[in-house]
T-cell receptor, first 115, second 111 residues
Framework: KAGVTQTPRYLIKTRGQQVTLSCSPISGHRSVSWYQQTPGQGLQFLFE???????NKGNFPGRFSGRQFSNSRSEMNVSTLELGDSALYLCASSLGRTNGWETQYFGPGTRLLVL | SQQGEEDPQALSIQEGENATMNCSYKTSINNLQWYRQNSGRGLVHLILIRSNEREKHSGRLRVTLDTSKKSSSLLITASRAADTASYFC???????????FGTGTRLTIIP
């Protein structure tokens, strides 16, 4: 099976702009999660979608939002970008059969630089 | 916020030696997972250990879990240059089912 894919891989934006990142999960996986990785804060959970519904959410401001489509593909959006949003954004998928958070399969990430 | 703290933050060993890294966490967990990340890329799942398990093996990897001490360790035996990477523990807490990552250990294998 093809792995988790994320597009774009690299992105440069300026403060105040908005950005949309895309994630295609492994075929058959219904759960998609998003994480932000920065040198200062490490890996932090943003949100998780399952069957087009947000099932879990981390402690991020409302500028960070996401959605999931019927084919399980997911997008996350960051509005009014700030310098501190510069990070590697990772998407992970899983079967989502249980709430027990089984193995997560991660994509290669989108590296966002905000100038 | 970080649930897990990993120790050491960085580790350099000779190829062929064993590498041990530790993870401590704060609250009761459902399971604990270890991931590897190569140079700013995506994470690769290594092993999952449930709260009612004490030890698990996968190839050259051995993970232990001590719920009384709220700690876990990852042992990589007979290290190889390809093991050079950052290793993260991640916990899943009962009633709040998301992965909460530790701070990571940067492992360097010297050929």
């Amino acid at each position: 099976k093809a792995g988790v894919t994320q597009t774009p891989r690299y992105l440069i934006k300026t403060r105040g702009q908005q950005v949309t990142l895309s994630c295609s999960p492994i075929s058959g996986h219904r759960s998609v999660s998003w994480y932000q990785q920065t040198p200062g804060q490490g890996l932090q959970f943003l949100f998780e979608y399952f069957s087009e519904t947000q099932r879990n959410k981390g402690n991020f401001p409302g500028r960070f939002s996401g959605r999931q489509f019927s084919n399980s593909r997911s997008e996350m959006n960051v509005s009014t970008l700030e310098l501190g949003d510069s990070a590697l954004y990772l998407c992970a998928s899983s079967l989502g059969r249980t709430n027990g958070w089984e193995t997560q399969y991660f994509g290669p990430g989108t590296r966002l630089l905000v100038l | 916020s970080q649930q897990g703290e990993e120790d050491p933050q960085a580790l350099s060993i000779q190829e062929g030696e064993n590498a041990t890294m530790n993870c401590s966490y704060k609250t009761s967990i459902n399971n604990l997972q270890w991931y590897r990340q190569n140079s700013g890329r995506g994470l690769v799942h290594l092993i999952l250990i449930r709260s009612n398990e004490r030890e698990k093996h996968s190839g050259r990897l051995r993970v232990t879990l001590d719920t009384s001490k709220k700690s876990s360790s990852l042992l990589i035996t007979a290290s190889r240059a390809a093991d050079t990477a950052s290793y993260f523990c991640a916990t899943v807490v009962f009633g709040n089912e998301k992965l909460t990552f530790g701070t990571g250990t940067r492992l360097t294998i010297i050929p």
